[in-house]
Structures are given as C-alpha cells and as structure tokens.
C-alpha cells in the first residue's frame, strides 16, 4: 500500500473501544447486571424426549420378545457380537465412544446456554434517566399493571435491526456515501465510504453519530465501536 492509498483511508477502533465499554461521561449510570434472554426450546426438547422414547421403546420390546422365546432383532446381534469381540483400545471402539462422548457434552452445553444469540437485551425503563430503547422486535412483557408494571417489562431488540437503526444514522453523516454495520454482541463494526470531505472529520462525525445511536438504543450491556472509514477507489480511464 503506498502514502497515497494510506492517505485515503481512515480507521478508529482501539481509541473508542474503552469508552464504549465503560460507558462513562455518557449521561447515563452503569446499568445493574441484566441476563440474557433464555430461548424456550420446546421443539428440540420434544424431538429429543421422542427419539428417546421410541430408542427405549425398541429396545424394551426386543429384550421382551427374547424373554418370550423369540430370536433377537439381527442389528442388535450384531451390535452385541460386535461388542464381544472387539477389544477396548480398538479404533472403532474408541471412535464411537469418542463420538458419544462428545454428543453427550454438546447438548450439555446447549441445555445450560440461553440462546437466542441474535437478541440484544435492553435496560428497563428505571435502569437511568435518558434511556430511550430504540425500535425493537422479541419485546417481552410480564404480567403487571399500573406504576408496578414497569418491573415486569423485558425488552429485546435483535441484532439485524439494531444495525439497520445504527445504519440509518450513519447515512445521516455529512460525506458518507455508503455504510455497512455489523452488530455484535460485544462489539458494533462500521464501515462507510465517504465521497468528499476530510476522512478524519468524517469519521469523527461517524463516531459521535454511532455512539449516540448505540446509547439510544438503550441495551443493556453497551458494545464497542470500531469504525473504519475510507474513500472510494476513482474509476481508472
């Protein structure tokens, strides 16, 4: 890359990500510690509960058609035949078991995340003065009514329009030709081309446009910012 294309790009990451972490000298005080919402999994628990019960089912009416004098199913003579005659440190043993084992811990580790990674908490309406959850879908409401329904109200906005809401902001920017926002759950990354003023004073403008933005949306755990700004290439010819 030479000084010319160095001179057409401008980056800020690290110089805002501790302020967006800390969310100090924003006007608001650090919210108190807000879990994630938890996803209901009714569907997977029911395919699970069913493979289960017809996996147990099979079996029981195997070893009860043995017990009454019948042959057993040939899969599970060959399975026990199988079984009895591989030693423990065989390879396929060792796969399989391996293989189980590592199921096992998958769905363990399912069971005890929240999920629903793509849903951004927000703060509740007494969390600080000055909040205002921007639009939102997976919005949650308890029952409540009255002055203590407010207690009861958990609010979600989901990370693709999160970044629409910050998106729009950034086109509002003097000098932003395009905008690209990627929200995460830790960290919000923009990307914008700019086809006139200064690089620096548009990504600064950019910074100060997101941070409100993000502030605005009210989440309760506030990411940082990493923007990256840089001119369009000139058609040659």
Not at 185 to 203: G, P, Q, T
């Amino acid at each position: 890359m030479n000084a010319d294309q160095k001179m057409r790009q401008s980056t800020s990451a690290s110089a805002y990500g501790g302020r967006a972490r800390t969310g100090a000298g924003d006007g608001d005080p650090p919210p108190g510690r807000i879990r994630r919402f938890w996803s209901v999994r009714r569907v997977p628990a029911g395919i699970v509960a069913l493979v289960i019960a017809a996996i147990g089912g099979l079996l029981l009416y195997d070893v009860a058609a043995v017990r009454s004098g019948r042959p057993a199913m040939r899969w599970r003579e060959w399975l026990a035949d199988e079984l009895a005659s591989r030693p423990l440190d065989d390879a396929w043993v060792m796969g399989g078991a391996a293989l189980l084992a590592a199921l096992g811990v998958w769905m363990v580790v399912l069971a005890l995340a929240p999920g629903l990674r793509g849903l951004l908490p927000m703060r509740p309406p007494e969390a600080g003065p000055g909040a205002e959850p921007g639009p939102g879908k997976g919005v949650e409401a308890g029952a409540g009514a009255g002055a203590g329904a407010g207690a009861a109200v958990r609010a979600g906005i989901d990370r693709t329009s999160a970044g629409l809401v910050l998106r729009d902001r950034a086109m509002e920017v003097p000098g932003v030709r395009s905008a690209r926002v990627n929200v995460g759950r830790r960290r919000v990354r923009a990307r914008a081309l700019a086809h006139f003023r200064d690089l620096d004073e548009v990504r600064a403008d950019l910074d100060a446009a997101l941070h409100e933005g993000i502030r605005q949306l009210g989440l309760a755990r506030r990411p940082a910012l990493a923007v990256r700004v840089r001119r369009s290439a000139k058609p040659k010819g």
